[in-house]
């Protein structure tokens, strides 16, 4: 019949072809779906850990114990390997370390390591109050080669900002290149906030104790 359509035959081949696509379509959303998961996974803990740090260092009062504490809990929950907090002066020309938990930071506590405003990473960022990342320090033209700290391939300097103040940074350091992810950035930016607050009311508690 001239008006009829044709019949469209599937061949064992064209089968075969249909089948293999679907399972690779199925293979790729299942390796999507397990990225997500373990994406989401991450952010959980990251998470956790804000809770955790947060809950213990409210409780500390006294400047002198709080700052350690903050720079080993850091280390230990994000598992890298330097931690250092800078206080900016009341000049506001210098930020100064006042805790770190690696040895090269305590080598640079000894001798009262500080940094002028814009200088370096940390420099940077106590002056423009914004997170600053360095992905890979070796191509980064910010970055500050120091020679305590010789093992460190990425950095972050998350502000540590107290009614819209810069009060200091939190300086984190990795062995890893690339180690600070967007999701890594937001989580510690956060946790900036809650480290900023327990500063200053361990400032205010110092002020009241010598008022009495």
């Known amino acids: 019949d001239a008006g009829a359509h044709p019949v469209l035959v599937l061949t064992k081949d064209n089968l075969a072809e249909d089948l293999e696509a679907d399972k690779t379509s ?4 299942a390796q999507e779906l397990e990225a997500a998961n373990r994406v989401n996974a ?9 809770s955790e740090i947060s809950q213990i260092i409210s409780q500390e ?6 700052l350690p504490l903050i720079a080993n809990l850091v280390s ?14 009341e000049g506001h020309k210098y930020t100064v370390l006042q805790a770190a938990n690696s040895e090269g930071g305590q080598r640079m506590l000894n001798r009262s390591h500080r940094l002028e405003l814009g200088t370096g990473i940390v420099g940077n960022v106590a002056q423009s109050g914004t997170p600053r990342v360095a992905l890979d320090v070796g191509a980064d033209a910010v970055f500050f080669d120091n020679p305590d700290l010789p093992a460190t391939r990425s950095e972050m300097a998350i502000p540590l900002n107290a009614r819209g103040v810069t009060i200091g940074v939190l300086d984190v350091q990795s062995t890893k290149p690339g180690e600070f992810t967007e999701n890594v950035i937001n989580t510690l930016s956060i946790l900036g906030d809650q480290i900023a607050i327990a500063i200053e009311n361990a400032r205010l508690f110092a002020r009241t104790q010598q008022a009495l």
């Open 61 to 66: 009062q006294k400047l002198e114990i709080l």
């Open 42 to 50: 991450a952010r959980a803990r990251e998470f956790q850990f804000i």
């Open 26 to 29: 199925l293979t790729q959303r």
């Open 76 to 89: 230990d929950k994000f598992n890298v390997y330097h931690v250092g907090i800078f206080l900016t002066d």
